[in-house]
């Protein structure tokens, strides 16, 4: 199956700097690698997609990007904001007969205002 | 529209009791279905998943069990809980069209004593 490894496990950034997380995943045929955001006692939510046809995606403050050669794909948050603070989630989909995600660990933001 | 509807919310249960957690998905049809389970700031365990009714993979053995009686209902279950049972209980689905992404409900929070 498919490994996913994120980094770091926390960040803390001042409000207005920017936060990037950094996943990489194993196996070279994965195609699809999704972003979660998950706020306290909450469940995670698509925040952000890319497929591995695409290179970099944006959507307002947050981009993804991904290197297929390197095998890593990053999520980039530009003007933090105190309601960024949450734990992101990285993920790799792995087209095998049955559809799993593979998650990374998670990386707890926290955005000091 | 999609909706997923997780209940209870929260639940506190004795040692030994059982336990039946209810998910059901609206708005989609044979959707492929996933239990999680999260522990108090770690990332996702999956235990189970369903890709139609009547089938079941498991993927932790434990002292949990998944049943799928309807096309867009899956149930959570255990015959006699541990006090390693506890944590936060995540149902997701996902349709293999198009868009792979998850979507998850609101999650149960489960502490058993």
């Known amino acids: 199956g498919e490994n996913v490894e994120q980094h770091p496990s926390t960040l803390s950034v001042q409000e207005g700097d920017s936060a990037v997380i950094k996943c990489t995943y194993s196996?070279?045929?994965?195609?699809?690698f999704p972003w979660y955001k998950q706020e306290l006692g909450k469940g995670p939510q698509l925040i952000i997609d890319?497929?591995?046809?695409?290179g970099e995606k944006k959507d307002q403050r947050i981009a993804v990007t991904l290197n297929k050669t390197a095998k890593h794909f990053s999520l980039h948050i530009t003007e933090t904001q105190p309601e960024d603070s949450a734990v992101y989630f990285c993920?790799?989909?792995?087209?095998?007969?049955?559809?799993?995600?593979?998650f990374g660990a998670g990386t707890t933001v926290t955005v000091r205002a | 529209s999609q909706t997923i509807h997780q209940w209870p919310a929260t639940l506190v249960q004795p040692v030994g009791s059982p336990l039946s957690l209810e998910c059901t998905v609206e708005?989609?049809?044979?959707?492929?279905l996933y239990w999680y389970r999260q522990a108090a700031g770690r990332g996702l365990q999956l235990l189970f998943y369903?890709?139609?009714?009547?089938?079941i993979s498991s993927e932790v053995p434990q002292n949990l069990s998944a049943s799928r009686p309807q096309d867009r209902q899956f149930i959570l279950s255990s015959k006699k809980l541990l006090l390693s049972d506890s944590g936060f209980y995540l149902c997701?689905?996902?349709?293999?069209?198009?868009?792979?992404?998850?979507?998850f409900g609101s999650g149960t929070r489960l502490t058993v004593v």
């Open positions: 993920a790799a989909h792995l087209p095998l007969r049955d559809y799993k995600l593979s």
């Open positions: 997701a689905w996902c349709v293999l069209t198009g868009d792979y992404g998850y979507t």
């Open positions: 369903s890709v139609g009714i009547g089938q």
């Open positions: 890319i497929r591995s046809n695409v």
């Open positions: 196996d070279s045929a994965s195609n699809y």
């Open positions: 708005g989609t049809s044979n959707p492929n």
